[in-house]
């Protein structure tokens, strides 16, 4: 009895392998939607579009990019865990997957059980800039202004969740002051008013501030990397500037339903590290400030720990600055 049932236990395991290798082996048949959890034209959709299209033609499928944005990304994310687990329907998405664990005390999903991974994407260095005609000339004095104003001087973000307000909650308690934060509903209107003076600070991604930066009409005074970037080359970084310790990259992954087949998430992953070895995709990344994942990291193992990893390191954070979203 032992043996029949340790044979049947056996032919059921090879039976659900073969068919996730039979499944793999056709995939894909038809274009596939990837998720986007937030407002087109900001600096998550400029990385989505650029890597599905460059992944897209690996596939030899289209990939769709669909923008489903609110609730710090976290509309986007629900979306795709109540998907069908066949490979064609995927989220990318940036940090906010791993602190909306601890934002929202009541996500209609879980984060760590409700998804499978495809591989790292890249992390985008953030900057910390303002309305141009700031007077102060460097960090330090932009953070003594800061302090001696703190309930006038404003900090804008694209809502709650939104890299923006990861970044300019981790500013605050840096300084240890906290500002006059004002949400925006997106990347796109928070930045309009940052132009217009409306708000005095924003702390947001290369992939939205460089050429900002470049061309004059916003002030920047620090980037948050390790070094400094060589297409913002007279930025320096935050820890140079004197804010020691003050390191934030908004890192980027790419998810499937829990229950997609292994064999079609590495299927996503083989195309995720074609389309990041793409010169154009390299190319203008390197323009937004950033560089794309190693191939070490575009795995699903290697997605997979980082999540787990930053859901423990921003935990006590967000639980320490008493702000959630719920």
Not at 2 to 28: E, H, I
Not at 131 to 160: C, H, P, Q, Y
Request: charged share 20%.
């Amino acid at each position: 009895m032992k043996l029949f049932k340790a044979l049947a236990c056996a032919t059921a395991f090879a039976a659900v392998a073969f068919s996730s290798v039979a499944q793999a082996a056709g995939y894909p048949e038809r274009s596939i939607t990837m998720i986007v959890p937030f407002s087109a034209g900001g600096p998550t959709d400029t990385v989505a579009r650029l890597v599905a299209e460059s992944m897209s033609k690996d596939l030899g499928q289209q990939i769709i990019i669909e923008n489903v944005g609110g609730a710090g990304g976290t509309l986007g994310a629900g979306r795709v865990a109540k998907a069908d687990a066949d490979g064609y329907t995927l989220l990318l998405h940036h940090i906010g997957m791993a602190t909306s664990a601890t934002l929202y005390r009541k996500l209609p999903y879980d984060t760590l059980k409700d998804f499978e991974y495809v591989g790292l994407v890249t992390d985008v260095p953030m900057t910390i800039v303002t309305r141009k005609d700031m007077a102060a000339s460097d960090l330090k004095g932009l953070i003594e202004f800061a302090k001696a104003n703190k309930d006038k001087v404003t900090v804008a973000n694209a809502g709650i969740g939104a890299a923006s307000h990861l970044c300019g909650m981790m500013f605050m308690s840096a300084i240890q002051t906290p500002l006059v934060t004002v949400p925006y509903k997106g990347t796109g209107p928070a930045m309009t008013d940052l132009l217009g003076g409306q708000v005095d600070i924003m702390c947001d991604q290369t992939t939205n501030t460089t050429k900002q930066i470049q061309g004059g009409t916003i002030k920047a005074y620090a980037v948050t990397s390790p070094k400094r970037l060589d297409v913002l080359k007279d930025v320096p970084t935050a820890v140079e500037a004197g804010l020691a310790g003050f390191e934030v990259g908004i890192w980027h992954g790419v998810y499937t339903p829990k229950g997609t087949p292994a064999a079609v998430n590495e299927r996503l992953s083989k195309a995720l590290k074609v389309a990041l070895k793409d010169p154009n995709v390299a190319a203008r990344f390197a323009e937004l400030g950033t560089v794309p994942s190693s191939e070490a990291d575009a795995t699903p193992a290697a997605l997979k720990a980082k999540l787990e990893s930053e859901i423990a390191r921003w935990q006590p954070v967000i639980k320490a600055a008493g702000q959630y979203a719920d």
